[in-house]
């Protein structure tokens, strides 16, 4: 009798727990959060509501996306940044993508930046993928930045990969780039779908850049309780925290969870797709 109420016992459990990992995966895949931020800054006097999204991997939430775009709108953004890998590599067609984009651009001013798989989309088809979200209406930023204005508010806004070797990014095209980004009085944001240099090199130390919007990390895929992310890539296992914002003496990151996955050998796990809201208050 003994015998039998233990492997009952264990039979509970693995069930339980095959329960809890199934139901963790649909959340991870299925589910929305929105994660909101709160940042001062003296450069503005009205608050500028910032939305960011990533990896997207041609996610998809409710009907056409509508259940995504249904939780941006009430949140009433003043821009919209999609920080790279808003398709997968490997899939030709990508309708969903600027579906998505065209509903977005109904709702705020629309900028995206580069990502790994829009890269290698570029390489497998053939293609400028760039162009075509810039066709449906995005602002698309490569190694580029604009000058705009919103609610009277000055910023410069750019966009890059962010990969590089050094915090200082001497002799190569994304110090190049931060060089010449950084240097003007206005509110600087700055799209780096890979968060290396800002993170891992320091350059949150080094670069003068206000708000920097990251992803990449799929918020490490897997969230384990206490310890945080399973795996991060170019950072690898057990990478720890790969979400929210980390403090530099210079600048802000901002990294996002992400919103899907690419095809991975271990899927999204306890780990809900966020939709990030930073709102930039001024001081007073």
Not at 239 to 262: C, D, E, H, N, T
Request: hydrophobic residues 40%; glycine residues 8%.
């Amino acid at each position: 009798m003994k015998k039998i109420r233990k492997k009952r016992i264990v039979l509970i459990i693995i069930i339980a727990i095959v329960i809890y990992i199934a139901i963790s995966i649909t959340l991870s895949y299925k589910a929305l959060m929105v994660k909101s931020y709160d940042f001062t800054n003296s450069k503005v006097t009205q608050t500028i509501r910032i939305v960011q999204l990533s990896d997207n991997h041609n996610a998809v939430f409710g009907k056409d996306n509508a259940y995504l775009c249904d939780k941006i709108k009430n949140v009433e953004p003043d821009l919209i940044l999609i920080t790279g890998d808003l398709i997968n590599s490997y899939d030709e067609d990508i309708k969903t993508a600027t579906n998505l984009i065209k509903q977005l651009k109904n709702i705020a001013p629309v900028y995206i930046s580069a990502g790994n798989h829009e890269y290698d989309y570029n390489d497998n088809f053939d293609s400028d993928v760039m162009k075509e979200f810039a066709e449906s209406n995005a602002v698309c930023l490569d190694f580029e930045y604009e000058d705009i204005q919103i609610k009277g508010q000055q910023i410069r806004i750019g966009g890059f990969y962010g990969y590089g070797s050094t915090k200082d990014g001497k002799n190569d095209k994304d110090g190049a780039f931060l060089y010449d980004f950084q240097n003007t009085d206005r509110v600087k944001i700055l799209m780096a779908h890979m968060p290396l240099i800002f993170r891992s090199y320091g350059g949150i130390d080094y670069w003068d850049v206000d708000y920097v919007y990251s992803g990449h990390t799929h918020g490490g895929q897997v969230i384990l309780p206490f310890i945080g992310g399973l795996y991060a890539p170019d950072e690898g296992v057990f990478a720890g925290r790969q979400r929210g914002v980390f403090y530099g003496k210079k600048a802000m990151l901002i990294i996002s969870p992400g919103l899907g996955s690419s095809k991975q050998i271990v899927p999204r796990l306890n780990n809900i797709p966020q939709i990030i809201v930073t709102d930039i208050n001024p001081e007073n």
